[in-house]
Every structure is written in structure tokens, then in C-alpha cells.
């Protein structure tokens, strides 16, 4: 079983950016996506990455926003996040998936993280 461990969220203003991490125990490589669940609405997703890290898929609301990235050697996902909204308010989840890519459907993901808070505010 993989853990996962989010940090990076935090308290910003409206424009700012934050960096979101999530580093995976152990060596294997999963699927990763990004989810966020902001209070009294469904978890959705916003970013997910292959496991070779050539895929890459987006929420069309953060595209041109948020990039998705990986660092193989350190078993770590990122998501740079940048001109941030009050609308991006939530707690972000990290996931990963026994597949080479995960998509954008919460339940095709296997291992979640505790979630990490991101406060936008205007």
C-alpha cells in the first residue's frame, strides 16, 4: 500500500501561486491526479499525469493556470498553481492509480492522500 503526502497549500491572495506536493512511499510508479473538494460540493478533478509523464490532463477552468508535473526520481507529483481564484478554494488531494494513467474519474484511483488546504482569498 502507497501513502501519500500532500503539502504546499496555504493562505494566499487572489493572483497568487502555490506549489503543491505530494510524495508516494516506495519506489513504484502509479498514476497520479490532483482532486479538490471545496464545502458542499463534490470532490472533482483538476490535473492527472501518466506514469511515464507524458499525458497530462487539465479541468478546463485551470488550464493555462496549473501545471502537473513529476519527479520519477523522487516519487513526487507537483501542481503548480498560478493566478489564483477565490473559486479554487478547497482541499486538494493527491491520488494514485494501479494504472499508466488514471483519468479524471475519482474512482479509477486506488491510494489517496490526507488533502492539503488552499485558501483564496479576494
Known amino acids: 500500500q502507497v501513502q501519500l503526502v500532500e503539502s504546499g497549500g496555504g493562505l494566499v491572495q487572489a493572483g497568487a501561486s502555490l506549489r503543491l506536493s505530494c510524495a508516494a512511499s516506495g519506489r513504484s510508479l502509479y498514476a497520479m491526479g490532483w482532486f479538490r473538494q471545496a464545502p458542499g460540493k463534490e470532490r472533482e478533478f483538476v490535473a492527472g499525469i501518466s506514469r511515464s509523464g507524458l499525458e497530462v490532463e487539465y479541468l478546463n477552468s485551470v488550464k493555462g493556470r496549473c501545471i502537473i508535473s513529476r519527479d520519477k526520481n523522487k516519487n513526487t507529483v507537483y501542481l503548480q498553481a498560478n493566478s489564483l481564484k477565490p473559486e479554487d478554494t478547497a482541499v486538494y488531494y493527491c491520488?494514485?492509480?494501479?494504472?499508466?494513467?488514471?483519468?479524471?474519474?475519482?474512482?479509477?484511483?486506488?491510494?489517496w492522500g490526507q488533502g492539503t488546504q488552499v485558501t483564496v482569498s479576494s
Open positions: 491520488a494514485a492509480a494501479n494504472a499508466y494513467y488514471g483519468g479524471s474519474n475519482p474512482i479509477h484511483y486506488d491510494y
